[in-house]
């Protein structure tokens, strides 16, 4: 499965920059990964909690993104937590452009009021345009909101030209290039081959994060460089080996939006292709931190310099499952928002152990889930 994705390859060998924070063996005989950026992290800065240096992983899923955006607003009142690279897919690569534009301009006050900008204004049109905008969609979603008509092939494709006016008065693409701004990596599906990818700051533009974003039940496909993109979500959802081997943090916290877990089983076809998309979208996720899980068990040293940890949605609403993608109703999102902060708050008030596993365990209420036993045995 791994090699699937192209996250795995044939000979079972991870990046040179990823194996190298996963065992020091790995490292440059210089004492610097080789291909890794120079700067070190100390023992002390590992273990400093809350984190002094953090890299954002998040996913997207429609409307559920908003739980993001409250675990961000929280981090952003934590005023020695610096984010160093942040990554995201679909709805999350909009909270990480946010982000990172609000930080140049303005530090984190502006980058809290970018969001809640956006978000606000989201809520306030939930118009078609905002509920694409954010993604979400499903076959059976989009067939039922919208009807038959407003499928892709029948959509008017300049349409998207409001979307990016909608994007330009939140966010000045060109500070991206910023030196301040932290390192961006947003996924995009290569229609083409299925292939993820990954536009930093100095590609970033609002074809970019329309690309990642785009649903391909209900809109053609956005252009870039002469290929055709799909939402970013099918093939990284959201890129975490990559972010892994760009950052310099060695604490990395995956934000994940979609739910994973069901107690129903669906029977109407509404709510099968609802759960194959949350299927879909947490498998490339999983085998991503599978990776990694494995390449850390391949190594057998108790050395362990990089710490990921996992902030999930469904642990801190109950029958998350069951709700759509693409509910943006004020008391929902606002209940997302909330959910994320208290979430975020608990886990920065809550020190993980010295020595935590790949992804660290649950502790209390806080939702940073282990990587099920299962999905790591099939993954290796």
Not at 124 to 142: Q, T, Y
Not at 162 to 179: E, N, Q
């Amino acid at each position: 499965m791994l090699a699937a994705v192209d996250i795995w390859s044939t000979n079972a060998a991870l990046p040179p920059a990823v194996m190298a924070k996963l065992d020091p063996r790995h490292s440059h005989p210089s004492g610097v990964a080789k291909d890794a950026p120079r700067a070190e992290t100390t023992l002390t800065d590992q273990r400093a909690w809350p984190p002094r240096k953090l890299s954002l992983a998040l996913q997207g899923g429609g409307s559920f993104a908003a739980f993001g955006w409250g675990v961000l607003d929280r981090l952003l009142e934590q005023p020695d937590c610096k984010f160093d690279a942040i990554s995201g897919a679909s709805a999350g690569a909009v909270n990480a452009v946010l982000v990172a534009s609000g930080l140049v301009e303005g530090g984190r006050p502006r980058a809290r009021a970018r969001l809640q900008q956006f978000w606000a204004r989201i809520m306030n049109d939930a118009s078609f345009r905002s509920l694409m905008l954010v993604g979400g969609f499903s076959p059976a979603g989009s067939s039922v909101a919208f009807g038959p008509a407003l499928r892709s092939g029948q959509f008017d494709p300049f349409d998207l030209d409001p979307l990016r006016r909608l994007l330009a008065r939140d966010i000045d693409f060109s500070v991206l290039r910023d030196p301040r701004c932290p390192k961006l990596l947003i996924a995009a599906t290569r229609v083409r081959d299925g292939q993820p990818r990954i536009f930093r700051n100095a590609e970033i533009t609002a074809d970019v994060v329309l690309a990642s974003t785009c649903p391909p039940q209900v809109h053609c496909t956005v252009e870039i460089d002469g290929e055709a993109y799909w939402d970013g979500g099918f093939a990284a959802n959201p890129p975490v080996v990559r972010l892994v081997q760009e950052s310099e943090a060695s604490q990395v916290l995956v934000v994940q939006v979609t739910p994973a877990r069901d107690s129903y089983i669906p029977i109407t076809m509404a709510a099968i292709d609802r759960r194959l998309d949350q299927i879909t979208a947490n498998s490339v996720l999983n085998a991503e931190i599978a990776a990694l899980e494995w390449a850390r068990a391949a190594t057998a040293t108790s050395g362990r310099p990089l710490q990921i940890f996992r902030i999930a949605a469904e642990d801190a609403i109950d029958g998350l499952a069951q709700r759509s993608a693409v509910d943006l109703g004020p008391s929902f999102v606002t209940k997302l928002h909330g959910s994320g902060r208290g979430a975020a708050d608990r886990w920065l008030k809550q020190a993980p152990d010295d020595e935590p596993p790949a992804v660290a365990p649950a502790r209390g209420e806080i939702a940073a889930s282990p990587l099920p036993r299962a999905l790591a045995e099939a993954a290796v």
